[in-house]
């Protein structure tokens, strides 16, 4: 079956899966590609006229491959290569996956069987194929005489043709659904989150997920550990998981954190105020000037602050997020080299205490909750470095003398305006107190 071509800028990849239950009689095409131009030059043997690409399975069962440059009137044989120890594949009666890449420099190929890479090299010179013809299971090159040859007999399946380079994780993705496993792609973290749950048999009314946002790369779950996997899909989100004390799974976007009002101001006034032990310090611990981030098997983005890096010195931090979009990534990036790049104000130790407030008392009992947005106001300067200042609730820990009357709330706390999630659009905080975290 013809299939147009495929040219070597930029690299391509070719996938087809293949099963005999017996070596053939000669040598058997599975793939080939020939020039358009009416041509007279034979590389490649009989009927290899204006031969560009061959992948074959010799009579003794071994992958074999071929490319040959051409020119106006000649062709150059650039790799002739024969698997130097097949495995029984071409006569075991099963289905096998193979897939050819070339590299987008036009001559490093990668030959994969079964999703694993299995042959490999370089040709002697990058690929000027011009357009050709792209058969499978047959040479054929009508034009040049030749209305098929070293035919196929056997069964062939899922062809495809990339005028592009795949990812090694890609075609191991591609082999993984063929041969009976199941990936996800483009999925949202919300639809994720509930396919996990689905597997791990969490009841639906025990799931509270909010709006998705982003769409994530592929991934193959089978066998993986679910709550590993739970994690992984929110913290590509840059999101947050918890179970709430409820009995439910709870997700939080990162748009839960930005621009949500203070739930509750804790201050003297109130009779709710921190008691006094609450220890600031500044630091340049999570300084960060030279910020570079990626995705898997996509792009990369680096940005540098020189400003900062001439006071403190290089600091580097790197992550990774299994994002579809570069700009999902250049958002993450810039948020981070934006908000970290100077010495900041650190809060190393809160606790709250408070002796019959019904303020304190309806904290505990359930009026906040992780991800709220909460303040502290009347902080005595000798204790802080701010009067007001706003956290979000990463933790409530509870001990009630009941009898006394007696609410101790411990609260682990992160700034309200730097966590490191990766957001873009969200202004400076010009002369106020930043709070690293």
Do not use: C
Request: aromatic content about 12%.
């Amino acid at each position: 079956m013809a299939y147009g071509y495929v040219t070597p800028e930029g690299g391509f990849t070719i996938e087809f899966w293949f099963k005999r239950d017996a070596l053939g009689a000669t040598v058997q095409t599975l793939v080939n590609q020939r020039t358009q131009a009416s041509v007279a030059w034979t590389i490649g043997g009989q009927n290899g006229y204006g031969r560009q690409l061959l992948i074959e399975l010799t009579a003794t069962g071994a992958l074999s491959i071929q490319m040959i440059n051409e020119s106006a009137t000649t062709g150059t044989s650039v790799l002739n290569y024969t698997d130097p120890s097949p495995t029984g594949y071409a006569s075991d009666n099963a289905w096998h996956h193979v897939a050819l890449r070339l590299d987008t420099n036009k001559q490093g190929w990668l030959l994969f069987l079964d999703g694993e890479a299995y042959l490999s090299g370089n040709t002697s010179a990058p690929l000027n194929w011009k357009p050709g013809i792209l058969t499978f299971g047959a040479q054929y090159a009508p034009h040049l005489g030749d209305w098929g040859t070293y035919v196929w007999d056997k069964w062939l399946a899922y062809i495809a043709v990339y005028d592009q380079y795949l990812y090694s994780s890609q075609i191991q993705e591609h082999y993984t659904a063929g041969s009976g496993g199941t990936v996800y792609y483009n999925d949202d973290e919300v639809t994720r989150l509930n396919r996990i749950a689905d597997w791990a048999e969490v009841p639906d009314q025990s799931r509270e997920f909010e709006t998705p946002l982003i769409k994530l790369q592929g991934i193959q779950v089978t066998g993986a550990n679910a709550l590993t996997a739970a994690q992984d899909t929110v913290s590509a989100a840059s999101g947050l998981l918890f179970t709430d004390g409820q009995s439910r799974l709870v997700y939080q976007s990162r748009r839960h954190r930005y621009n949500r009002w203070s739930v509750v101001t804790l201050a003297e006034s109130t009779d709710s105020a921190p008691e006094v032990g609450l220890t600031f310090t500044i630091d340049n611990t999570n300084i960060f000037n030279d910020v570079r981030g990626d995705r898997p098997y996509g792009s990369t983005v680096r940005l540098v602050d020189n400003v900062s890096k001439a006071a403190h010195g290089r600091k580097v931090y790197s992550f990774t997020i299994p994002v579809t979009t570069a700009e999902e990534l250049q958002n993450a990036v810039s948020w981070v080299a934006a908000q970290y790049r100077e010495a900041v104000v650190r809060v190393s130790e809160i606790s709250l205490r408070a002796e019959s407030s019904d303020l304190i008392e309806w904290i505990a009992t359930g009026g906040i909750t992780i991800g709220d947005h909460i303040t502290f106001d009347e902080l005595p300067p000798e204790d802080a470095p701010d009067v007001k200042m706003d956290f979000i609730v990463e933790k409530v820990s509870l001990n009630v003398d009941i009898k006394n009357r007696v609410w101790i709330v411990s609260l682990q706390l992160s700034p309200y305006e730097l966590q490191k999630v990766f957001q873009v659009g969200v202004s400076n905080l010009g002369d106020q107190w930043k709070i690293a975290y």
